[in-house]
């Protein structure tokens, strides 16, 4: 039997061409940016690929979000030593 999702890590190579033209039109400081979140993405790419979401795009935004989370917590850890 097949699965009936694509992988994640194939939405996500998609997305991310499909926002190119968005990326194309950030100014160059941003830019970098824009590929870090991308790069978190992929980073829990194993998690999102397990909730095998309707939306993939759900995914994306949660493994973003636990990324900047976990900067948060460490930059805090930091700030109070």
């Known amino acids: 039997?097949?699965?009936t999702n694509p992988t994640y890590r194939d939405f996500l190579g998609r997305f991310e061409d499909r926002c190119q033209p968005f990326r194309r039109a950030l100014r160059r400081e941003y830019k970098p940016a824009?590929?870090?979140i991308f790069a978190e993405a992929k980073q829990?790419?194993?998690a999102a690929?397990?909730?095998n979401s309707t939306d993939p795009e759900f995914a994306?935004?949660?493994?973003?979000l636990v990324a900047q989370q976990q900067e948060i917590q460490t930059l805090r850890e930091e700030v109070q030593d």
């Open 44 to 46: 829990h790419a194993d």
């Open 60 to 64: 994306v935004l949660l493994s973003v």
């Open 34 to 36: 824009f590929d870090e």
């Open 49 to 51: 690929g397990y909730l």
């Open 1 to 3: 039997m097949g699965r």
